[in-house]
């Protein structure tokens, strides 16, 4: 036979050994997509995935906006797709279909599974005197929580400097609509109804609203109301098996304001408190290892991105409004007022919520570049999150000060902290902002636009909002003490029933 008339079948032979191999080799690309390494890149994944329709994990975060029912830091919400950057890699944007424990279902609704979701909360069934009933609701009944699907019937929280340490009550609101099938939400956190299964359990006293608003005697009482509701906490919290099995470990209570549960804490200093800072606590009751440090709610508006002034639209260099005679820690805002008041650039001057204070506060950082955030009688105040609703770059002066999340969030990114002992060196400050030239202040202002969302409370809570942050930082407070009481445990479990001499 000629070599002519064995090419064609050897050509034939050469397309059927290639096909073959091309189906034996696909299934094992598919396979090392599950594993460690993929030789698939994920966009062609994805769309394969799309295209196939077998599993569908379609969510309405994106395609519907539920506007807040009640008084939300957001005005003009904006939620970028861009991840959260972290020291050490970035923390990706947790989607329902995988690390928020919701299931897609054939209507697109969302359903959520204890088993799935990453933190499982157990909380107190409470008399309505420790939380809502403090607001003025009363239920029907045995009612003990409102229906938090009808939102006319949740009570509003009230409004003012009240709002600032309001987190006790976005929490709750967030615990109870985890169960509702309903309202969409990010299922980071859900509400189980056995405490053996729970990661943690959630003590829903709003004490920050008890101080703020029942901390005084009236009439004839000889004890506040404040006091007496910390009282019946203690005692009805040291006789619960709960607390008794861990000493108290593994229960989560909101002290946010810095006078709150100051009677209480002493007693009950082993569990995880929520709070704004350390300023006001001993060491051994509150400290950044077992401790969440949570943000104020800011009171004024955020301003949208695009609505957000440039460096060119931005008149005043350095803005501070509020307080100025403070005690102690706070001294150093005293001496920055004489320093700063006469010089042409620069607003410093007293002022309170009073006579649409917050409106002038909102618009006098929206036209500033730099906004001071100085200690005051604590080291924390609710001006640095005003300053980053407003895309005002942060100056930190407050040695001492504790920032929400900041084992994921670098706070240097878009704020600039300066050592107290340096802020009242005459011209050390102005010399150090006049420096900072539109180029970098412009990188920290595209940041704070895009960080701004991880400070907002609303509800329906929201993918990387103030609610969703906490709830994540109190999952990696668990992990950390859960670490320590598996290490103590390494020689306790099994020990020789005849002591071996």
Same mark, same amino acid.
């Given at each position: 036979?000629?070599?002519k008339? !064995?090419l064609p079948s050897s050509?034939?032979?050469f397309?059927?050994i290639?096909?073959?191999t091309?189906f034996?080799?696909?299934p094992?690309?598919?396979?090392?997509q599950?594993?460690d390494i993929?030789?698939i890149p994920s966009s062609?994944?994805?769309l394969?995935n799309?295209n196939?329709?077998?599993?569908?994990?379609?969510t309405?975060?994106t395609?519907?906006?539920? $506007?807040?029912?009640?008084p939300? *830091?957001?005005?003009?919400?904006?939620y970028?797709?861009r991840?959260?950057k972290?020291?050490?890699v970035?923390?990706?944007?947790s989607t329902p *279909?995988?690390?928020?424990?919701?299931?897609?279902?054939?209507?697109g609704?969302?359903t959520?599974?204890? @088993?799935?979701a990453?933190? !499982?909360?157990y909380?107190y069934e409470?008399?309505?005197e420790?939380?809502?009933g403090?607001l &003025?609701?009363k239920?029907?009944? #045995? $009612?003990?929580?409102?229906?938090?699907? @009808?939102?006319?019937?949740?009570?509003r929280y009230?409004?003012?400097?009240?709002?600032?340490?309001?987190m006790e009550?976005?929490?709750?609101?967030?615990?109870?609509?985890s169960?509702t099938q @309903?309202?969409?939400?990010?299922?980071?956190?859900i509400?189980v109804?056995?405490?053996? $299964?729970?990661d943690?359990?959630f003590?829903?006293f709003?004490?920050?609203?008890?101080y703020?608003?029942?901390s005084k005697l009236?009439g004839?009482?000889?004890v506040?109301v404040?006091?007496?509701l910390q009282d019946?906490l203690?005692?009805?919290l040291?006789g619960?098996?709960?607390w008794?099995r861990?000493? &108290?470990?593994?229960?989560?209570?909101?002290?946010h304001?810095?006078? *709150?549960?100051?009677?209480a804490r002493?007693?009950l200093?082993?569990a995880?408190f929520v709070?704004?800072?350390?300023?006001?606590?001993p060491?051994e009751?509150?400290?950044?290892q077992?401790?969440?440090?949570?943000p104020?709610k800011?009171l004024?508006k955020t301003?949208?991105a695009?609505?957000s002034?440039p460096?060119?639209?931005r008149?005043?260099?350095v803005y501070f409004?509020g307080?100025?005679?403070?005690?102690?820690g706070?001294a150093?805002r005293q001496?920055?007022?004489?320093?700063?008041k006469?010089?042409k650039?620069v607003?410093?001057?007293?002022?309170?919520?009073?006579? @649409?204070?917050?409106n002038?506060?909102g618009? &006098?950082m929206g036209?500033?570049?730099?906004?001071l #955030?100085?200690?005051?009688?604590t080291?924390?105040s #609710?001006?640095?999150f005003?300053?980053i609703?407003?895309?005002?770059?942060?100056?930190?002066?407050?040695d001492?000060?504790e920032?929400p999340?900041?084992?994921?969030?670098?706070y240097s990114e878009f704020?600039?902290?300066v050592?107290?002992?340096?802020a009242?060196?005459?011209g050390?400050?102005l010399?150090l902002?006049?420096?900072i030239?539109?180029?970098?202040w412009t !990188?920290?202002?595209?940041?704070?636009?895009?960080?701004?969302?991880h400070?907002?409370?609303q509800?329906?809570?929201?993918? &990387?909002?103030?609610?969703n942050?906490?709830w994540?930082?109190?999952?990696?407070?668990? *992990?950390?003490?859960?670490?320590k009481?598996? !290490?103590k445990?390494?020689f306790r479990?099994?020990?020789?029933?005849v002591k071996?001499t």
């Amino acid at each position: 036979m000629s070599e002519k008339s !064995r090419l064609p079948s050897s050509r034939l032979l050469f397309h059927l050994i290639a096909i073959s191999t091309f189906f034996v080799i696909l299934p094992s690309l598919f396979l090392l997509q599950f594993g460690d390494i993929s030789f698939i890149p994920s966009s062609v994944l994805n769309l394969i995935n799309v295209n196939n329709t077998s599993v569908s994990f379609k969510t309405k975060f994106t395609s519907e906006t539920i $506007q807040p029912p009640f008084p939300s *830091s957001v005005a003009s919400p904006v939620y970028s797709n861009r991840p959260l950057k972290t020291k050490a890699v970035d923390h990706q944007e947790s989607t329902p *279909s995988n690390k928020l424990g919701a299931l897609g279902n054939e209507e697109g609704k969302i359903t959520y599974d204890p @088993n799935r979701a990453p933190l !499982r909360v157990y909380m107190y069934e409470l008399p309505p005197e420790f939380h809502f009933g403090l607001l &003025g609701w009363k239920g029907t009944g #045995n $009612q003990i929580w409102p229906d938090v699907v @009808n939102h006319n019937q949740i009570p509003r929280y009230p409004g003012g400097l009240n709002l600032q340490h309001s987190m006790e009550y976005w929490l709750t609101l967030d615990l109870l609509s985890s169960n509702t099938q @309903n309202l969409v939400r990010p299922c980071t956190v859900i509400r189980v109804h056995n405490s053996s $299964q729970a990661d943690i359990i959630f003590v829903p006293f709003f004490a920050s609203l008890s101080y703020n608003r029942h901390s005084k005697l009236h009439g004839k009482e000889k004890v506040s109301v404040n006091r007496m509701l910390q009282d019946k906490l203690v005692e009805f919290l040291k006789g619960r098996d709960e607390w008794k099995r861990l000493g &108290g470990k593994n229960h989560l209570i909101v002290a946010h304001h810095p006078n *709150s549960m100051l009677v209480a804490r002493r007693k009950l200093g082993s569990a995880m408190f929520v709070l704004a800072d350390f300023g006001r606590y001993p060491v051994e009751i509150a400290n950044i290892q077992k401790d969440v440090i949570a943000p104020y709610k800011h009171l004024v508006k955020t301003i949208a991105a695009e609505e957000s002034a440039p460096f060119e639209g931005r008149s005043v260099l350095v803005y501070f409004q509020g307080a100025i005679y403070r005690k102690a820690g706070g001294a150093v805002r005293q001496e920055l007022y004489y320093l700063l008041k006469e010089e042409k650039d620069v607003h410093f001057s007293f002022g309170s919520v009073q006579v @649409n204070g917050i409106n002038q506060a909102g618009q &006098g950082m929206g036209s500033s570049k730099f906004c001071l #955030n100085i200690a005051g009688d604590t080291p924390s105040s #609710n001006r640095l999150f005003d300053a980053i609703a407003s895309h005002c770059v942060p100056v930190i002066i407050s040695d001492a000060i504790e920032l929400p999340f900041e084992d994921v969030l670098d706070y240097s990114e878009f704020c600039i902290f300066v050592r107290a002992s340096d802020a009242v060196k005459k011209g050390f400050l102005l010399n150090l902002l006049r420096g900072i030239n539109r180029e970098n202040w412009t !990188r920290m202002w595209e940041r704070l636009k895009h960080i701004t969302r991880h400070f907002e409370y609303q509800y329906p809570s929201q993918p &990387g909002d103030a609610v969703n942050m906490i709830w994540e930082a109190v999952s990696r407070k668990i *992990s950390s003490i859960q670490l320590k009481d598996h !290490r103590k445990n390494r020689f306790r479990r099994y020990q020789p029933l005849v002591k071996i001499t």
